[in-house]
């Protein structure tokens, strides 16, 4: 696992929370949770590639 993508996804963990906080202190909280929503499919799709190599790499050891 690279240390680039768990940055990349402590970075957008950190902009999601601070918009989400601007959000609901400005009474906005339907945005509030659509962008927590999005954050997380933004970081889902960042796992996708890593998940992929995983499940390639357990066919790889148990030979399936």
Known sequence: MNISLILKIA???LTVA???QILQRSGR???A???TVAGVIIVMLML???ISKL???LRSVFGL
């Open 11 to 13: 970075g957008v963990g």
């Open 18 to 20: 601070v918009a989400c």
């Open 29 to 31: 909280e339907e945005q």
């Open 33 to 35: 949770t659509f962008v």
């Open 48 to 50: 996708v590639g890593e």
């Open 55 to 57: 499940f390639s790499t």
